[in-house]
């Protein structure tokens, strides 16, 4: 039982960043109907502009925001300079483009950074040892990627629900023609749900980055655990797709320990199970609305 | 003057830019575009590219300038060019072994490679391209064949040529079966699927170790015996490849044209339509996911047996991509394509790989990018489009013509498919 | 009476194509102009022409400006406000929000409490369904609630793109009954595209005509609906 709970406790937290990055896949996706197989890569050179800041002696909770903020911008850029030229085009020109972004960011990083992993540190205040609760140990770390995730789900329903600006995000990703002839600038709210999705997706990567190693791959494997959840929650949800990661975070932790088959090697065939499980079952996920297919 | 007249590119507007480039590459040979900071190094490269690209073109202007007499004898004669054109193509491999010391960066081993490339990648462009299926898996299938032919070597001692066989069957099956599924999977979510099929084919291969070898992988080295050319592997073996490939072509064109390629076309264009016209939409996608899985599962049996090595880490997930991105610049909806996608894929990284380890991913990327702005059905598309556009400007001073601007407006084997009606059953 | 739209020889295509071949038509300062026509003819065209939603060419000029180069957004900003055919509804969204978006370009928080309660007064129905999702309410509803969101940015000239599409008769009553009062009491110009001649006749003091991209006939409502040609084939008597 206690191991049952460690590997929860574990496993939520893994999947809080798996949440984070689905939240971006879904952002776009929302509003685009974009998959954006770049996002896990955007949000992989985030981090390592995050360890340049702290590599030249930055704070971390400077060196954080700034990165933030230089990741909201680049989302904007990428989606204006290379998305909005193909936003109509067929499905396939869309995937091959963000595949291009995939590509991108990999090859970039690995030509300036090199592939030797680089340490990554914990937040300053975050202390590494753990508290032990009866015979279960709690790290610190975890409590903080949870309550990151809070704290940034609240602001997110804060921003959408509560803010002209919100409801104009919303109304441009749902209805863009009916947006437009009420004034609102639904290129530009495109664009600013590209800047927020790889500013949550840079947080993914700045979370995870003292978990795993930094190196020009890590993301990648978290992308796809990503897709999963972003699927098993519905695409079109952002609650979904939290809930949804915390959910694949869990199913690989205990599927990792308890079928013996998939152990820690064939994790990924869990990811792999679940996407096609769900979109056979239940296509538009656990919170997705279903959408009637019109011809 | 005609031949001016038809490099008047108001919708060709990019080989202008593909000459500046070129001349950019030229004069690389007295300005070191090295000492700039930062890209330097990436002008030669893409330059070079842009260079090349740009001769084709002028050289498929010229030729409709030179080949009008011909061509104006009607599409007969059209025709029969275009065999001369396929004709020039396999020469050009058959003789390979005479001049590819002459080709830069190219080897007899090098060009067997680029060629299972193109088999795969024809499979993808009939699957992808006139099936709509977007698949970021071939890269599974590849390694599927590629361990057909090494468990078959360790566990049974199995000649390769009969692997050679049994791959494309296996892989064949799983595509078709793989098929099931996607047929519920609609544009990006199948792009996911097939993706993480793709991630998921290295941890699989390791953890089969007692079969695979794990990480270690099946070493066929000097082992796989041939009937002929014991003394010369590489001729032997590119000849193999060639001709497998020539009968892979032959295969795809037919089925493009033919009724299961009409159908294909009608389904990726208006699935419902396509339906209720009688075609049997499931059946037809799982054949094209079938097919697609055969020609990378041959292709892959055929790379084990050319590299005589097998192991997981040759097929990551990048493999699958690089399918893809051949495929998309070589031209989606075409075949001949797939000539070009092979042998981007082959010589590009190449080529790139001294500037830095990454380059070659990152100039993919960009190349990737730009082609998709500028060319979405590929270099074979351009061509084509060249050709046609070339065709029509060499048209216009046909005497007593009032209409001085023929605008034609150019699709790439995009013809409107009309379903005949008259199969019933699955046509 | 001065005008406060004036388009010159208005040409617009989708793409290559085009759709409208240079017309020629002004909006009185508070009237009601229709805008008749088959299906085809290049009505709806027309107004997102005027609203630079398609591909436009020749001289627009609102309130005595030329508006060449302005955006949607701007040209919704200046006043210039449409009512599309299918009504736009933002589905998913509660009718209140829906009402909100049609601020959406105002910024004086106060005068949008205050209209909010004005259009509530024109339309009942919605101040009861404030709170619910406005893809369930009826046709006529939510035409109600399009034109209400168009009202709610303060409109000088509104477009309408059919508004009786598709509603049965005595709703479509009662929005033209609505659209007259709003023309009398706030002074909002209209445009107005219908294919129900007889009662854009009714409404408008000044009509055209349009056949396949251009203005075939054109004239004051009553010479309109005196017109031969009109009446055999939109009044149908």
Request: glycine letters at 10%; proline letters at 4%; aromatic letters at 10%.
């Amino acid at each position: 039982m206690t191991e049952f709970i460690q590997l929860v406790l574990a496993g939520t937290a893994n999947g809080c960043i798996y949440g984070l990055l689905a939240l971006a896949l879904v952002l776009i996706y929302r509003s685009t109907h974009i998959i954006n197989f770049g996002q896990g890569e955007m949000a992989m050179f985030s981090t390592y502009i995050c360890w340049s800041f702290l590599n030249a002696g930055m704070g971390y909770w400077l060196a954080v925001p700034l990165t933030l903020i230089l990741a909201f911008a680049a989302g904007i850029a990428v989606q204006r300079v290379l998305i909005r030229p193909v936003q109509n085009a067929p499905e396939l020109t869309i995937v091959i483009v963000t595949l291009g972004l995939y590509l991108f960011f990999n090859s970039l990083a690995l030509w300036i950074y090199s592939g030797v992993p680089k340490p990554f540190p914990l937040p300053t205040g975050i202390r590494q040892a753990s508290w032990q609760v009866g015979d279960i140990f709690i790290i610190p770390y975890h409590l903080f990627i949870f309550a990151v995730l809070i704290t940034l789900m609240a602001a997110l329903y804060l921003l959408f629900q509560r803010t002209k600006l919100g409801l104009g995000l919303r109304a441009a990703a749902a209805q863009p023609a009916s947006s437009r002839l009420v004034g609102i600038n639904v290129n530009w709210m495109l664009a600013l749900g590209w800047g927020i999705a790889a500013a949550a997706g840079a947080i993914a990567g700045i979370l995870s980055a003292p978990v795993v190693q930094l190196e020009p791959n890590f993301m990648a494997t978290i992308l796809i655990f990503s897709f999963a959840s972003a699927t098993l929650g519905g695409f079109d949800s952002p609650p979904g797709a939290v809930v949804g990661g915390i959910a694949i975070g869990n199913i690989v932790a205990l599927g990792g320990r308890y079928i013996e088959f998939i152990g820690t090697q064939l994790d990924i065939v869990l990811a792999l199970v679940v996407i096609v499980t769900v979109l056979l079952i239940r296509p538009a996920g656990l919170f997705g609305r279903q959408v009637v297919q019109r011809v | 003057m005609e031949l001016l007249r038809s490099l008047d590119y108001r919708r060709n507007w990019f080989l202008p830019l593909l000459v500046v480039a070129g001349l950019v590459w030229l004069s690389a040979r007295w300005v070191d575009y090295g000492a700039i900071p930062a890209v330097g190094d990436l002008i030669e490269p893409f330059a070079g590219m842009a260079a090349l690209l740009s001769i084709l073109a002028i050289a498929t202007v010229v030729a409709a300038y030179l080949l009008r007499p011909v061509l104006d004898r009607g599409p007969q004669a059209e025709r029969a060019l275009r065999w001369v054109g396929y004709g020039l193509i396999v020469a050009f491999f058959a003789f390979m072994p005479l001049y590819v010391e002459l080709i830069p960066h190219a080897s007899m081993l090098k060009m067997t490679v680029a060629i299972q490339f193109m088999i795969v990648i024809v499979g993808l462009n009939l699957l992808t391209g006139f099936g709509g299926q977007i698949s970021l898996g071939q890269g599974a299938f590849f390694a599927i064949g590629g361990y057909t032919l090494a468990i078959g070597f360790r566990e049974w001692d199995l000649p390769w040529g009969w692997s050679l066989l049994i791959a494309p069957l296996i892989a064949g099956v799983l595509g078709f079966l793989i098929g099931i599924p996607a047929l519920r999977f609609k544009g990006p979510y199948l792009a996911l699927a097939t993706l993480s099929l793709a991630v998921t084919i290295t941890p699989l291969a390791k953890k089969f170790e007692e079969f695979t070898g794990g990480v270690q992988g099946v070493v066929m080295f000097g082992k796989l015996g041939v009937p002929f050319w014991q003394d010369n592997l590489d001729r032997f073996f590119y000849y193999t490849t060639a001709l497998i490939a020539l009968l892979v072509f032959i295969l795809a064109a037919n089925l493009r044209r033919g009724r299961f390629g009409r159908a294909l076309v009608a389904i990726r264009d208006n699935e419902v339509a396509a339906s209720a016209m009688g075609v049997n939409v499931a059946l037809y996608k799982m054949t094209a996911f079938g097919i697609a899985g055969a020609f990378a599962g041959l292709a892959g049996a055929l790379n084990g047996v050319v590299i005589q090595f097998v192991s997981p880490d040759q097929y990551s997930v990048l493999l699958s991509i690089r399918f893809l991105v051949g495929a998309v610049i070589g031209g989606i909806a075409t075949i001949n394509g797939a000539i070009i996608g092979g042998l981007f894929q082959q010589f590009v990284p190449d080529v790139t790989v001294s500037i830095n380890k990454s380059a070659p991913d990152a100039i993919q990327a960009i190349i990737l990018i730009v082609v998709m702005y500028t060319m979405r059905y590929g270099v074979a598309g351009f061509l084509q489009e060249t050709w046609r556009y070339a065709r029509s400007g060499l048209r216009l001073r046909k005497p007593g013509a009032g209409v001085t601007v023929v605008e034609t407006v150019v699709v790439v084997e995009e013809e409107v498919v009309i379903v005949r009606q008259d199969g019933g059953g699955a046509g | 009476m001065s005008a406060i739209l004036e388009a010159t020889n208005l040409r617009a295509a989708y793409g290559e194509r085009p759709v409208i071949f240079g017309i020629d038509l002004a909006v009185p300062e508070h009237g009601i102009v229709a805008l008749l026509g088959a299906n085809g003819a290049g009505k709806t065209t027309t107004l997102r022409a005027l609203l630079a939603e398609v591909r436009t060419w020749g001289d627009i000029r609102y309130q005595g400006v030329s508006i060449a180069g302005k955006s949607t957004q701007d040209l919704v900003r200046m006043g210039m406000v449409m009512v599309p055919e299918g009504r736009g509804t933002f589905t998913d969204f509660t009718v209140e929000e829906n009402l909100l978006l049609g601020a959406y370009s105002r910024r004086d928080k106060d005068g949008i409490r205050r209209d909010l309660d004005r259009v509530y007064g024109y339309f009942p129905v919605l101040a009861q369904r404030r709170k619910q999702r406005a893809g369930s309410m009826s046709g006529g509803e939510q035409q109600m609630l399009a034109i209400a969101r168009a009202l709610m940015s303060r409109p000088k000239l509104l477009l309408l793109d059919e508004p009786s599409l598709g509603l049965a008769p005595l709703i479509v009553q009662e929005i033209f009954a609505i659209l007259t009062t709003i023309n009398r009491e706030e002074g909002v110009s209209m445009l107005l595209v219908e294919q129900d001649a007889v009662r854009a006749l009714n409404v408008a003091s000044y009509a055209y005509l349009l056949e396949t991209g251009r203005v075939a006939l054109e004239g004051t409502a009553e010479q309109l609906a005196a017109s031969d040609d009109v009446r055999r084939a939109y009044l149908g008597y």
